[in-house]
């Protein structure tokens, strides 16, 4: 385990990590048991597939357990990494009602468990808590401007009620509590079908179809590379002290259209940018601020977007190549 400077401190801990069939959380629970950890994943496989930590199932501390956490559990652990959420806005707005649901008795759940058993935990937040931001880059202490009645609301206002809960038990003295405000994280193991820009774009590319870009392709996003993420959950979560939300996230800022065109680049492939309505509420523009977490954990994130995109593309094709080959497979059979 690493502490809050990245140094080791060796102790194995027992980890809860709900979501953790999911694009971050079989990232993460990689992590926990490489550093010597016992690790239950929970995670009831909406937007996840056992298929994503099919490669931990080998290790003898790692278990994946099916369950809603809209339903409570019970695990006697030391740390509860409270990842479970759909996080694309195309998935979250296919079922609203349960998304909210998902957030705000998800977050109870996990809390109440680590108050039974005295464990520290780690909510997964977003930098959808700031909405469409009028304050740029978005520091911690900005309250936000999210619509409360639009499209996105089951996703932002879960998430927002999801940290009321957690400084709730912090401040009566109910649970030991992090909280990640986690901006656009991308990276292997997204899911082909997930919908969100960088997949969506490295999918097309592949694909020879057309990319396509969402209203003028102006809008910005500042996107983090997957293992930087995860190091910086790590160092929240193993930092001494409650300190409130923290952004995690890389400052690297670029419009939406610039992305397209580097994966363009990067892919050689011949697709044509196509411009397709802008979504309601669509953010015009994020920047996570990232002093706190520089300060407090040392975070700083290494993985330039080019690189990052590199690996994430080569994990695209030979995804794309195996799903290709099944497909010929099934039609021999
Ligand atoms: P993901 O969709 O790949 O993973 C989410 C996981 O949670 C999936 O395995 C899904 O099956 C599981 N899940 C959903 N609802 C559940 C429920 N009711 N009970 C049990 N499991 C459930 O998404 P991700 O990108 O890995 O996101 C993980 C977490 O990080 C989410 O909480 C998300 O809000 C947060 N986050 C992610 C990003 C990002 O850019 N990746 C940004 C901000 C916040
Ligand atoms: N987007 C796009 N084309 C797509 C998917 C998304 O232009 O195929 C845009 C989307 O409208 C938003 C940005 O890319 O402006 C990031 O979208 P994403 O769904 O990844 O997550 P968000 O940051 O909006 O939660």
Sequence with gaps: MADANGRSVGKSLRVLVTGGAGFLG?????????????????????????????????????????????????????????????????????????????????????????????????????????????????????????N??????????GKRCAESLVMDFHRQGRASARIARIFNTYGPRMAVDDGRVVSNFIVQALRGEDITVHGSGAQTRSFCYVDDLVEGCLRLMEHPADVGPVNLGNPAEVTVLELAQEILRLTGSASRIVHRPLPEDDPRQRRPAIELARRLLGFEPRVALRQGLRATIESFRRALAGAGEQRAAAMAS
């Design 26 to 146: 079989s990232h993460l629970c990689e992590r926990l048991l490489g550093e010597g950890h016992e690790v239950i994943a929970l995670d009831d496989f909406s937007t996840g597939s056992p298929e994503s930590v099919a490669h931990l199932m080998r290790s003898r501390r790692f278990w994946l357990v099916e369950h809603d956490v809209a339903l409570p559990f019970d695990y006697e652990v030391d740390r509860i990494y409270h990842l479970a959420s759909p996080a694309s806005p195309a998935r979250y707005q296919r079922d609203p009602v349960r998304t909210t649901i998902t957030n705000v008795a998800g977050a109870l759940h996990a809390l109440e468990c680590a108050e039974r058993h005295g464990a520290r935990l780690l909510q997964a937040s977003t930098s959808e808590v700031y909405g469409d931001p009028e304050v740029h880059p978005q520091p911690e202490s900005y309250l936000g401007r999210v």
């Design 148 to 157: 409360p009645v639009g499209v996105r609301a089951c996703y932002d206002e």
